[in-house]
C-alpha cells in the first residue's frame, strides 16, 4: 500500500510472546508510518518498525489512560491525514474486547482505507501454553470467552448464563471482580469446579495459581496473583498437561 494514502490497520499483536505474531501483523508494522499501541503489547515488537515511524503509547496503566478512547479515534485520522499508514497495535486479537470495531467505525466516514491483521488471542493462547485444554472429549464440548467487566463496569450477565452450563469459561479483565466471580459459581454449587488464573501468560514473567471455586480466593491471595490474568474455569483444568519448554524443544531440532 501507499504509505501516502490514509490508512488504518487494526493489527493484534498476539497474548505476549514475541513469537506468536503472524508475519502479516509484522509486514504492517514495517510499513507503518505510525504506530499507536497498548499497554499489553510487547514492547519488542516495535523493534520491527521503520526508523522513520513515529511511535506513539496510548494505553492505560495502574488504571490511568494514557489517552481516552475519543481521543485516540481522532489520532488515528489526524496521523492518517498526516503522515499516511497508522497502525493501531493492539495486544491479543483486535476484535475480541479490543475496541478494533469501534475505531474501524470512527474512521470509516473520513475516508481512511482500513484494514485488520487478526491477533491470537490471549484467550486461547494462555491456557495452550499451561497445557489446558479448553475443549476436550469427556470434559467439554464448548467454551465461553466473557469480559470480567462491562461498559458500565459491572459483572457481564453472562458468567451467570455460563456457570449454569458445563462449558469451559475463560474470563478476561476480571481479577478486579473475583470475588464475585466466585460467588456465581457457588450459587450453582460449582464448589469443586477447578480454575485456573494465569498471569502475564506466555511472558518471562508468568505466574500460575491452579484451584477450585472454594480455594481459588486463597490460592491468588498466597501467590499474589493479579492483572493481566486469564480467569479458566471448568474440568478441562483437571486435564491439564505438563508441556515441555518450547523455547528448548526448538533449540533441540
Not at 115 to 132: C, D, H, L, N, R
Request: include cysteine; aromatic fraction near 6%.
Amino acid at each position: 500500500m501507499s504509505s501516502k494514502i490514509p490508512t488504518l490497520t487494526v493489527v493484534g499483536a498476539g497474548p505476549g510472546d514475541i513469537d506468536l505474531i503472524t508475519l502479516k501483523a509484522v509486514k504492517a508494522i514495517e510499513s507503518a508510518n505510525v504506530i499507536l499501541y497498548d499497554a499489553l503489547v510487547n514492547k519488542a515488537l516495535l523493534d520491527y518498525a521503520s526508523k522513520d515511524a513515529e511511535l506513539i503509547f496510548v494505553g492505560k496503566r495502574r488504571g490511568c489512560y494514557a489517552f481516552q478512547q475519543e481521543q485516540i479515534n481522532e489520532l488515528i485520522v489526524a496521523k492518517a491525514k498526516e503522515k499516511g499508514h497508522v497502525v493501531r497495535l493492539k495486544g491479543g486479537d483486535p476484535l475480541i474486547f479490543g475496541r478494533g470495531a469501534e475505531e474501524l467505525d470512527y474512521v470509516k466516514p473520513f475516508g481512511l482505507k482500513t484494514f485488520v491483521v487478526p491477533g491470537i488471542t490471549s484467550a486461547i493462547a494462555v491456557p495452550a501454553y499451561q497445557g489446558i485444554p479448553l475443549t476436550k472429549r469427556g470434559a467439554s464440548e464448548s467454551f465461553w470467552v466473557i469480559t470480567g467487566t462491562t461498559k458500565n463496569h459491572q459483572l457481564s450477565t453472562d458468567v451467570t448464563l455460563a456457570a449454569k452450563s458445563t462449558a469451559t469459561v475463560v474470563i478476561l479483565m476480571g481479577m478486579h471482580k473475583l470475588n464475585e466471580i466466585v460467588n456465581v459459581f457457588l450459587k450453582e454449587n460449582k464448589h469443586d469446579v477447578p480454575v485456573a488464573i494465569i498471569q502475564s501468560g506466555t511472558t518471562k514473567d508468568e505466574k500460575v495459581g491452579i484451584g477450585t471455586i472454594s480455594t481459588i480466593l486463597q490460592i491468588v491471595e498466597d501467590k499474589q496473583l493479579g492483572s493481566p490474568a486469564i480467569i479458566v474455569i471448568g474440568e478441562v483444568v483437571k486435564q491439564r498437561t505438563v508441556l515441555s519448554s518450547i523455547c528448548e524443544d526448538i533449540a533441540l531440532a
